[in-house]
């Protein structure tokens, strides 16, 4: 069996106390300014909360509703109009801090960059020494299943496979804390269940925290130990709903009652907000 | 994968190929031309390579040739480097390109002969007034390239860097340079073709020294042997030229382009 050893980073215990919290946001929002012709635009918050050190978290809400907004506010790409971001206990401004990965709702693999020189982009920017980046990138074009296009290029690939790469690109400077943007969206419904065991399997094994934007809601469900629901546009947590599952969990947790139960719930939290979202797009035509 | 290495081999024969086929295939029309209009108007294909031969091998030929190859030269460094620098400065700041793209294409739609006498009055007549408006030819579609290519790197690759907290010169360098390469190669292909022209113009009129100025002589003696030598020449140096560049451009788009696209 593989393992994700090699992806094992040494985790901050957390103080016996009170753990403390991984990350933390606080009385976040963000505005983005008008452009010409247009109303400025409060897409998200104000938001607090907290990641806890080592969950799966996800969240879900409707399209437009700040979700992307909120993941580059949390990774520190992006500065909060208001409120404060912090990252293990040190303040998160303006720049992505050593130990956070981020993947993007979009493709933003290298097309001049073999896989493999995609995969080892981050390491041989950090100066890694070679022997070291070999292994790393090996073991992530294993895990991701891209060991047959190891050589090729991105245009070769399928949006899935490109998308793939980029996870792989982060998964081999170790985070910690990895923050993923809807990174299955372009695959079928198969092969998402296959990566979100995957996904599960590499959160045990590492201990990183996660943050996962998806809209599926089955797959929010079986990953996550919570799950924070969005409102429509600005985007707020109207419920974080706790799973319960155990930690070495996989896709058969799909079979139990309790599981229905919990999609049913989220399905019921959701069912609104997205009314409401869809409410938005239209008023926003008939202005325009 | 083994079909990720596009087959080298049948890509070089395409490459020597298409040149092959447009040379017979001027060469053919140019014997019917002869055939038709006599050679008065048009010399045969092989006297003409003959007389290109000896003409080149003449000790007074020579300094001719240095002088254009010199103009040339110095007009592309001129339109390559200012263009590059001219589209990376405007490109790097968006508000500034957009003010200044309009403006660079209406400044490029000028038909530019029409100001080769107010080059002339700034330059003098010589080796600066060839320069200057050679470069005039080649720097804005250039500049234009590279203002684009620097504009359209995709945000999403950008952003990548930055999450992977690369410095700033690291993210130019890694990222920015060869992600808009292919596209600020294609101006600089352009611009060559544009400032061979530009410095040929510039030639033809108001020089003393040069291919233009003889080629212009030839016409004044209705030379028709060397007009058409001369134009042999510097089309085999232009396409060849090209053909080079265009072997360059194929390896920086090696990436971009969908498997086998040259088979
Ligand atoms: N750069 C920007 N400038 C102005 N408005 C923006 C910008 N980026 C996003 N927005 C607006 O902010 C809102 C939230 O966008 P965001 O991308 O965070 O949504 P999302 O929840 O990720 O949507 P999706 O599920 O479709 O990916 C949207 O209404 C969008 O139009
Ligand atoms: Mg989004």
Partial sequence: MRTAAAFATPVTPASAAAPAPHARLEGVTRVYPARSGGDEVHALGPISFDLRQGEFFSVVGPSGCGKSTLLDVLSGLAKPTEGTVTFEGAPVDGKVPDGVGVVFQEDASFPWLSVEDNVAFGLRRAGTDAAETRRRVEFAIGFMGLRDFRRAYPSQLSGGMRQRVCIARTLVMQPRLILLDEPFGALDQQTRLLMGDELLRLWRETGATVMLITHALDEANLLSDRIGVMSARPGRFIEVVETGWDRERDSSLAERSEFGAVTSRLWSLLRGESLRAMGQGQAAEKRA | ?263
């Fill in chain 2, 1 to 263: 994968m083994t079909a990720a290495a596009p087959p080298r081999a049948s890509i070089s024969v395409r490459n020597a190929r298409d040149p092959v086929l447009v040379c017979a295939a001027i060469v053919i029309g140019w014997q019917l031309l002869h055939e038709l209009a006599g050679d008065v108007a048009i010399t045969a294909p092989l006297p003409t390579l003959s007389h290109l031969l000896h003409m080149v091998g003449q000790a007074r030929f020579l300094p001719h040739l240095g002088e254009t190859a010199m103009a040339f030269g110095q007009a592309l460094a001129i339109s390559w480097i200012g263009g590059v620098v001219i589209g990376l400065l405007l490109g790097g700041h968006k508000l500034t390109g957009e003010v200044a793209e309009p403006v660079l294409v209406t400044l490029y739609s000028l038909p530019k002969v029409t100001l080769y006498p107010v080059i002339l009055l700034l330059f003098g007549l010589g080796m600066q007034a060839k320069v200057a408006f050679g470069a005039f030819h080649g720097i804005i579609p250039v500049a234009l390239f590279t203002l684009n290519a620097v504009r359209n790197v995709p945000a999403a690759q950008l952003r990548a860097g930055r999450a992977m907290r690369l410095s700033g010169v690291q993210q130019a360098r890694h990222i920015l340079l060869p992600a808009a390469l292919p596209e600020v190669f294609a101006g600089l292909r352009l611009g060559f073709s544009l400032t061979l022209l530009g410095t040929m113009l510039g030639e033809l009129f108001a020089s003393q020294r040069g291919l233009g100025f003889l080629l212009m002589k030839a016409i004044d003696l209705h030379d028709v042997e060397t007009i058409l030598a001369i134009a042999v020449l510097i089309s085999a140096f232009a396409v060849s030229a090209n053909m080079a560049l265009l072997a360059v451009d194929r390896r920086l788009r090696r990436g971009a382009a969908p498997a086998g696209h040259g088979a």
